[in-house]
């Protein structure tokens, strides 16, 4: 049975407790938990703490389990989403370093699964990218082996400011990409967190490549996407994407959703799917984000087993 659950993320003035506590009393079976280090967020929905790697004890393990065991909810992924193919090696240290952080720290939580994304050198071309990739990422799979945690890298572009031009600042962005990536680390601890609504502002399709990619499927993202169709006309595909597109909550834009379920359960996936709300519609107040979170799950009931 696949497992209902939301990204953290829209709730990021609400503490631990407060996130569980919603989705125990909304339905939701689990959450992916935010684990950026403290401090200024660089973008949109980033920097949210929900867990703080830095402060863990095991002391404090034991109490997040214990909350999580007494309200029923379980943590899907614990999730950090930076560039740690960052040109500034400093930087991309830094995310490397945080990243093995929440790899060791997922099985003392009984998590087995963390997202992030493989990171990107807007400036350079895709080979070039592919080549450093072959070159950072073995250290932080070895990291996940050695840890038996699985690593799901969210397809999105990043490409959606004036600072992530011209590249984006996340490679695993398609399907031919994805073939190189598992072919340079063929680690099946490697695999993806899957977006369908990415695919469909791409002008790609959000449905089939779930066959080819069954077995690398670790975790999903229910996330829609309205493309404007007159905007795109305008701008062209070129343009910045936020030119001709906007996410929505699920069932509010383009995305076939009843063929994603019906392929997602064909190919036997039995894991955590997980609302993301960036939806500008829906974060005017806290009860926008609450009707937001609501009516995704309403939408969804019809696709999964409440």
């Known amino acids: 049975m696949l497992q209902l659950g939301f990204v ?3 709730l990021a003035d609400k503490t631990f407790e407060d996130v569980v506590d919603f989705a125990a009393e909304n339905g939701y079976s689990c959450v992916e938990m ?14 949210v703490t929900h867990i703080d790697v830095q402060e863990m004890n095991e002391d404090q393990v034991i109490y997040l389990k214990s909350y999580l065991a007494k ?8 999730g950090y989403y930076p560039n ?14 945080h990243l093995k952080k929440l790899i060791r720290l997922a099985p003392r939580l009984g998590v087995g699964v963390v997202n ?3 990171g990107r050198d807007p400036q350079k071309n895709i080979e070039d990218n592919l080549s450093k990739f072959a070159e950072v990422w073995p250290e932080i799979i070895k990291e996940a082996e050695d840890h038996e945690v699985k690593i799901g890298i969210e397809n999105c572009p990043m490409l959606f400011t004036n600072d992530e031009w ?3 600042k996340n490679l695993a962005i398609s399907p031919a990409i994805w073939r190189k990536m598992f072919d340079l680390i063929p680690s099946k601890n490697l695999g993806l967190n899957y977006d369908p609504s990415h ?4 002008q790609m399709d959000e449905v089939e490549p779930l066959f080819e ?19 795109l006309d305008e701008y062209g595909i070129l343009s910045y994407p936020l030119d001709f597109h906007s996410p929505k909550i699920p069932g509010l834009g383009d995305v076939r959703w009843r063929d994603f379920f019906s392929v997602l359960t064909s190919i036997g996936y039995k894991g955590p799917v997980c609302v993301e709300v960036e939806d500008k519609a829906f974060e005017g107040s806290e009860e926008d984000i609450r009707a937001a979170l609501l009516t995704s799950r309403n939408y969804l009931q019809q696709f999964l087993a409440l």
């Open 116 to 118: 992030t994304f493989i």
């Open 213 to 231: 990619f069954k077995d690398r499927i670790f975790h999903v993202h229910l996330k829609d996407v309205k493309v404007y169709q007159e905007k």
């Open 71 to 78: 309200k029923k909810v379980s943590i899907s992924a614990l």
């Open 84 to 97: 740690p193919l960052d040109p500034d090696e400093e930087r991309a240290q830094h995310c490397i370093d």
């Open 166 to 168: 011209p590249g984006g």
């Open 199 to 202: 695919l469909v502002w791409m």
């Open 8 to 10: 953290s993320a829209i």
């Open 34 to 47: 935010m684990c950026w280090p403290k401090g200024n967020a660089e973008r949109r929905y980033a920097g």
